[in-house]
């Protein structure tokens, strides 16, 4: 079989290759589209762009492996992926490799900071509940925020792709229901006053907003 790139890279973080199996069973299920192993590589890859100018490298990476973890697209279940993801984390750790459960990063408890950059996911703003107080984990919680929107900034054809992607991952539901939803999720980031929270990925405001346009008009058209 195979060895993906990222398992060397999942060993490293964890030093436990039964970690990986758990990632790659829940990143390869048969309904996810977009939401894969390729997203974790390309958040991975802008991830080393910018990890020098990171304060927590280690937590903002765990995040990054179980941000997704759990990725249900039911209306009854979607809502709570990410909180789902977020304890599944910290059940895996417990089981394959507790140390790690009370690792901690300048000062602060890895898993925990982890799981609460998890939850900031779920509407794309850098709330940690009682990490608010770290500046530096709230600057670290806005670049995983960037990683994963860093989608928006690529090309017309990714883009395109990302889209068709989400899309089969909602295929139960009807153009018009699946359309309706998407403008509105697509209108609420570019009715942001920034889409991108960290230097890092400033540049690339205008040409996500490029890119939010067109996928709204997109689905608008879907509905005439």
């Known amino acids: 079989m195979l060895i993906h790139p990222l398992e060397s890279e999942c060993l490293a973080d964890f030093s436990m290759p039964a970690v990986w199996n758990h990632i790659r069973q829940a990143y390869s299920e048969p309904h996810r589209a977009y939401h894969t192993l390729e997203h974790l ?14 304060h927590y490298p280690l937590t903002v990476r765990r995040a ?12 009854e ?12 984390m910290t059940s895996l750790l417990q089981a394959a490799c507790p140390a790690l459960t009370a690792q901690t990063e300048n000062g602060l408890p890895c ?13 794309h703003r850098p709330a940690l509940g009682g990490f608010d107080q770290h500046p530096e984990a709230i600057a670290d919680c ?14 017309r054809e990714r883009v395109m792709a990302f889209d068709d992607g989400v899309r089969l991952e909602f295929s139960r539901y009807a153009d018009e229901v699946f359309a309706a939803g998407r403008i509105q999720a697509l209108q609420g980031f570019l009715e942001r006053d920034r889409i991108y929270l960290s230097p890092a990925f400033s ?17 608008q058209q879907r509905l005439c």
Request: charged share 20%; aromatic share 8%; with cysteine.
């Open 41 to 54: 590589s390309d958040m991975f890859a802008h991830h080393a762009a910018v990890a020098e100018r990171l």
């Open 142 to 155: 806005c670049v995983l925020l960037d990683l994963d929107l860093a989608i928006l900034a690529q090309s």
């Open 111 to 123: 898993a925990e900071l982890a799981g609460a950059m998890i939850l900031a996911t779920k509407h």
């Open 77 to 88: 279940h979607y809502p709570r992926n990410e909180t789902a993801s977020a304890a599944a």
């Open 64 to 75: 990054i492996w179980f941000h997704d973890y759990v990725y249900r697209t039911e209306a």
């Open 203 to 219: 540049a690339r405001e205008a040409v996500a907003r490029e890119n939010l346009a067109m996928l709204i008009t997109r689905w």
